[in-house]
């Protein structure tokens, strides 16, 4: 049986970050809690980790459940590269009936922008 803890109950866990892969790992999530209940605990636990907010689908992790925590990720990704934010803006178009990528895969595709131009 899934069951979701408090950032207090996982202070007590001598591994609180093999707690919240369990979330996402459980075959049960889909009958005892949506999935994306399950990836908002994710996301909301003090205790998340970047490991584990690059499993959740990027709609979840963009768009749906505070936002402002993909911000600060995407800030330190893309710096000053306009290649990056341009390669952003082009992954952000995805149709919702389309396969959905993970946030790490977002992130991946970023890194395959093309480098920046060299000024002699």
């Known amino acids: 049986m899934l069951r979701l803890l408090t950032d207090d109950d996982l202070d007590q866990h001598p591994d ?3 707690v919240l892969q369990s979330w996402l790992d ?3 999530a889909d009958e005892i809690l949506s999935r ?3 990836y908002r605990a994710v ?3 003090r205790h998340r980790t970047l490991d584990r907010l690059l499993q959740i689908p990027a709609d979840e992790v963009l ?3 505070e936002p ?3 911000l600060q990720i995407l800030l330190d990704r893309c710096g000053r590269s306009s290649d990056r934010w341009a390669a952003l803006g082009a992954a952000m178009t995805f149709a919702y009936g389309e396969e959905k990528i993970t946030f790490g895969e ?3 595709s970023l890194d395959d922008s093309p480098p920046p131009a060299q000024t002699s």
């Open 16 to 18: 609180p970050a093999a």
């Open 26 to 28: 459980s075959p049960t």
């Open 36 to 38: 994306s209940e399950v």
């Open 43 to 45: 996301i909301t636990i």
């Open 63 to 65: 768009s749906r459940h």
């Open 68 to 70: 402002e925590i993909a």
């Open 106 to 108: 977002l992130l991946d």
